[in-house]
């Protein structure tokens, strides 16, 4: 997203240097050999590949890798350690345009996680195991260039068709209309705006939950259209307000409709609390929860013709019998949860056995 207080000029050069990165291959952190421990320790956390990569020279030619620094080696030293005295020499290096599948086998046989890539003895990048994997499954999205694509949204206030066309000179790829409820008249009218001055410019406009407010967008000119309201990671708006749609639910809809239309839409958002659960489960449950044990039945099971010790049948319950009280009464699940004698452990466990204590003998 852009906010709208982040001036174009800086978005132009964020751009450029998203192009300029390699697609496959990871930006890495590059530090001197005189550079500390606490500098290393300061940037570890900057990517996601963990490691600094210690290099000498800056010619035409570039840096030159000459060591590797991870974190667990500057645990237990002291932050003024210099990275000469604490990283790996002479690591080991993937020359560039390496096969992938290779790369993965290499790096998992020496037991290293990610590695230098280097074209000569310039660096250019590190890799990963888990990047060599993804890439080999995953192709990046580039555009003619080979350049990584980007997008920039804009919001639905100010003068959207000025900012849309600035983002468009910075070389933004897609352009996208955003704001929390996007079926409304201020985020239609701000969407042909922008619709006018994108030209063959891919547009995105949400959000919305609804086949009606999926067909409003498409039809001011969107060409994807964003789906969910308050399902994010960091978005708590159906939690604290109640407003929104059960995502699945509303991506069912919502696809059905931009379908018809020769469109297509971004589910955005997932299922990470029971407050955003599908209000119609598919088939088969897409979630983790499907993982953690059956649900608890709204009725009682029905009966079912098992095998007994000598080949014999009989009716069998998935639930276990309720022991009678002294005077006859079945005592209430609700309130009992268990019968006399057995244990907590056993009675949440359908075929468990319950037994009655014995009644002391009177003397």
Known sequence: MLPQDIPVDVVGEVVAWTKSRHPVYDTPITLGPTSTVGEALALLTKRAHGIVVVVEGRGPDGFTPVGVVTDGQCQGVDRFTQLSEVMTREPLTVPAGTDLTKIFDVLSGERVSAAPVVEGDRLVGVITRKGALRSSLYTPAVNAEGHLLTSAAVGI???????????????VDVLV???????????????RAVRSVAGSVPVVAGNVVTAEGTRDLIEAGADVVKVGVGPGAMCTTRMMTGVGRPQFSAVEECAAAARGLGKHVWADGGVRHPATSPSRWPPAQPTSWSARGSPAPTSRPTTSTTTGRAGSTRRASAWPPRARSRHGRRPSRASS?????CSR???????????RPARASRT
């Open 157 to 171: 206030n100010g003068d959207v068709a000025g900012k849309a066309g600035a983002l468009l000179a910075a070389g």
């Open 177 to 191: 209309v955003d704001t929390a409820h996007g079926h409304q008249e201020k985020a239609i009218e701000a969407l």
């Open 337 to 341: 949860g268990r019968a006399p004698g």
């Open 345 to 355: 452990r056993a009675s949440r466990r359908p075929g468990c056995t319950w037994t």
